[in-house]
T-cell receptor, first 112, second 114 residues
Framework: DADVTQTPRNRITKTGKRIMLECSQTKGHDRMYWYRQDPGLGLRLIYYSFDVKDINKGEISDGYSVSRQAQAKFSLSLESAIPNQTALYFC???????????FGPGTRLTVT | KQEVTQIPAALSVPEGENLVLNCSFTDSAIYNLQWFRQDPGKGLTSLLLIQSSQREQTSGRLNASLDKSSGRSTLYIAASQPGDSATYLCAVNRKETSGSRLTFGEGTQLTVNP
């Protein structure tokens, strides 16, 4: 089984809908991250969490919120989806801030 | 602000050729640099992690070097194979007052032709 899993893998939704992307990990890492990837822009950090009680905004947090339900679970929500949030979303984990990051398989989100 | 640049953006080579992918970054206050591979529509697979105190790391046919003072890293792929075709991303783990953060380059899309 994969160490970092994301659900759903693909999602098509309409403008204005609320949507949640979920990430689970079995690596036992404290740190978890959400990124989005857009063609020509690379990966950009949305939110990151050092532990269950510590959540921080990344470069592009507007329009997103997160919830760290447990050490192993980190969810990303789009309260009111808009078309420019169409992207590939990745979750990642690391044991420490200086450690290697491990990525999930990604969620392809399309907002119409 | 840390900026990461990868050159070239795309590269096409015949099978068997040795090749070098380049990554440059603007701020040398880093913990480490990580090279990833991404297949189309897929997640990122970590290839090599070089700590700021190291000069290079090797894994099989891959060798990554780091020159922190000049803000450069290279990924050398020996005897390339069609299965190496993918996008290669470098990411710099920069030091911040609140911890650390990865900044990614836009990637080099590699095609190895049989």
């Amino acid at each position: 089984d994969a160490d970092v899993t994301q659900t759903p893998r693909n999602r098509i939704t309409k403008t204005g809908k609320r949507i949640m992307l979920e990430c689970s990990q079995t690596k036992g890492h404290d740190r978890m991250y959400w990124y989005r990837q857009d063609p020509g822009l690379g990966l950009r950090l949305i939110y990151y969490s050092f532990d269950v009680k510590d959540i921080n905004k990344g470069e592009i947090s507007d329009g997103y919120s997160v919830s760290r339900q447990a050490q192993a679970k980190f969810s990303l929500s789009l309260e009111s989806a808009i078309p420019n949030q169409t992207a590939l979303y990745f979750c990642a984990t690391s044991a420490t801030g200086q450690g290697e990051q491990y990525f999930g398989p990604g969620t392809r989100l399309t907002v119409t | 602000k840390q900026e990461v640049t990868q050159i070239p953006a795309a590269l096409s080579v015949p099978e068997g050729e040795n090749l070098v992918l380049n990554c440059s970054f603007t701020d040398s206050a880093i913990y480490n640099l990580q090279w990833f591979r991404q297949d189309p529509g897929k997640g990122l697979t970590s290839l090599l992690l070089i700590q700021s105190s190291q000069r290079e790391q090797t894994s099989g046919r891959l060798n990554a070097s780091l020159d922190k003072s000049s803000g450069r890293s290279t990924l050398y792929i020996a005897a390339s194979q069609p299965g190496d075709s993918a996008t290669y991303l470098c990411a710099v783990n920069r030091k911040e007052t609140s911890g650390s953060r990865l900044t990614f380059g836009e990637g080099t899309q590699l095609t190895v032709n049989p």
